[in-house]
């Protein structure tokens, strides 16, 4: 298996130059007009790409999400909300990275097969990274107006929070 992944790639690009050369098509011009098309694309993705990664930094570092779980923690203790899952709630919707390696730590922690593992699990399976996906599509692209974008999309990662909170108890 191990020899088939890493031939797959090589495999790949021979097969892409066999059906260049079969239809006369220089490959190497084509894939550098390519290239030369596809730069301005990065260029455009990398101020949204960098002010995402400067917020994700400075709010995961300031301490801040700590304060605010400190602060609500009675609440969700009062309506049955597991606090171990709240960071991953809320980091999914930022960092799909952060929040695969809070789940992982979940599973190094509490393992795989346990309540809280699987609630984590669905809450990172069914959400999507919003914030990222606003900031750097549609910022790379221009569009200003995100306002219902944003909304919807963190409804639905907070509709998947609550349903996982309801549905999980009642299979596991």
């Known amino acids: 298996m191990k020899l088939i992944s890493n031939l797959f790639i090589p495999l790949l690009v021979l097969v892409v130059i066999l059906y260049g ?4 098509i220089n490959v190497y011009d084509s894939f550098v007009d390519g290239a030369k098309e596809g730069l301005p694309m990065v260029l455009n993705m990398f101020p949204p790409l960098l002010a995402m990664i400067f917020g994700i930094n400075i709010f995961t570092n300031s301490g801040l999400i700590n304060e ?4 609500l923690k009675p609440l ?3 309506i ?3 606090l171990e899952i ?4 809320v980091m999914r919707p930022l960092s799909g990275s952060f929040g695969l390696a ?3 730590d979940m599973f190094t922690t509490y393992g795989a097969d346990n309540y809280l593992s ?10 999507d990274t919003t914030l990222y996906i606003i900031t750097l599509y549609f910022g790379t ?3 200003k107006k995100i306002k219902y974008a944003l909304w919807a999309g963190l409804l639905a990662d907070l509709a998947t929070v609550i349903l996982s909170l309801i549905i999980v108890p009642l299979f596991f």
Do not use: E
């Open 80 to 82: 049955h909300v597991p």
């Open 141 to 143: 692209i221009g569009i």
């Open 86 to 89: 709240l960071p991953i709630a």
């Open 21 to 24: 050369a079969k239809k006369k």
């Open 76 to 78: 969700f203790l009062l």
């Open 68 to 71: 605010v779980f400190t602060f």
């Open 118 to 127: 699987i609630m984590a699990s669905i809450i990172q399976g069914s959400s």
């Open 102 to 104: 809070l789940l992982n």
